[in-house]
């Protein structure tokens, strides 16, 4: 498993930009959880530990839409379009991802999503596909480490026989995205710790509030 250390004064897992608010959604999830989980094309793990307190953490892994609309006021690349849908969420990605994404699982400090969609990017060959992602949240000294495992399968059982030699090329990308998003969620993580107010001040009246409840423990209704 590579490990890599973030530290959020200086530089995520933003790919929880693109996650939903809401939990459950039928059994039928679960179940594509544990294949994905059994019989993946293209498994990819990565560690990532960021230097913020674990309340404010779990308040974007329990409120990822609040992520989103953080990273949309600070105008970080790429320009995620996400929007709710059903039990889940749509998400539009300008680099050539798209796709539904819909919570599985959220047990203790260990959450699952599933999402559903297609990947065209010219550095990777186009498919439809599915993928799980799992992350675990662990304290560690100061902040936090996210143990993030991303489960990829495709929809073509063709294409899924060629995972030997596609692999590499899909590892980099998805490897590469979670890289660049998680220096962009540390400057989040860096704002919300250091001047709660000044990120509270781009967000609605709700969503300020909780970012102040995690902060500092005030209450919703301050």
Not at 201 to 213: C, G, N, Q, T
Request: aromatic share 8%.
């Amino acid at each position: 498993m590579i490990v890599r250390k973030v530290r959020a004064g200086g530089l995520l897992f933003a790919l929880f930009v693109v996650l939903p608010c809401g939990w459950a959604r039928g059994s039928d999830l679960g179940v594509e959880y544990q294949l994905l989980q059994s019989q993946p094309d293209m498994p990819v793990a990565r560690d990532l530990q960021f230097n913020a307190r674990p309340a404010v953490i779990a308040m974007f892994l329990e409120n990822p839409m609040i992520l989103a609309r953080l990273w949309e006021a600070h105008g970080f690349s790429p320009r995620y379009r996400v929007r709710p849908q059903g039990d889940g969420i749509h998400v539009d990605d300008p680099t050539g991802i798209q796709g539904d994404v819909y919570p599985v699982e959220q047990a203790g400090n260990r959450r699952v999503w599933v999402a559903f969609g297609s990947l065209n990017h010219a550095l990777v060959p186009s498919f439809k596909g599915r993928m799980a992602l799992v992350v675990t949240a662990e304290p560690n000294g100061p902040g936090v480490t996210l143990h993030v495992a991303v489960y990829i399968r495709t929809d073509s059982r063709a294409l899924g026989f060629l995972a030997s030699t596609l692999f590499p090329l899909v590892r980099a990308r998805v490897e590469h995205r979670i890289t660049a998003n998680a220096a962009d969620f540390a400057t989040i993580l860096a704002e919300v710790s250091a001047d709660p107010q000044k990120a509270a001040a781009r967000l609605s009246k709700e969503d300020a509030a909780a970012i102040r409840h995690a902060v500092t423990g005030a209450t919703a209704s301050e």
